[in-house]
């Protein structure tokens, strides 16, 4: 792998290039933001805690098989749990 795409994170070994890659980004951050909407609605936030904990580790084992390099696969996890806090902030968000 070049040093470009190394430091980018988008060359053919981060996993970027397929399909089935960006279908399981959208799935995970999907996954997240109805977890923690669903976990916001029942005002749990032990839950939530634990929510972010699955979700963390089934985004490292989906992206490293989808051959993701470390970096993106990071940063793809970072988003996701990003993805769960603001779905539970918007959710226990009074209503006006």
């Known amino acids: 792998m070049r040093r470009r795409e190394f430091i980018a994170g988008l060359g053919s070994a981060a996993g ?3 399909a ?4 399981s980004i ?5 996954v997240s933001g109805l977890s923690g909407f669903l ?4 005002s749990s936030w032990p839950a939530l805690i634990a929510a972010g904990t699955v979700l963390a580790a089934l985004g490292a084992v989906i992206f490293q098989g ?6 993106p696969g990071i940063f793809m996890i970072v988003g ?3 993805v769960n ?3 539970y902030v918007l959710a ?3 209503k006006r």
């Open 16 to 18: 970027f290039e397929s």
């Open 20 to 23: 089935a890659a960006w279908l």
């Open 26 to 30: 959208f799935i995970l951050l999907a």
């Open 39 to 42: 976990i916001g609605k029942s």
């Open 66 to 71: 989808q051959e993701f390099t470390a970096l």
């Open 80 to 82: 996701c749990l990003v």
């Open 85 to 87: 806090q603001v779905a």
């Open 92 to 94: 226990i968000r009074p």
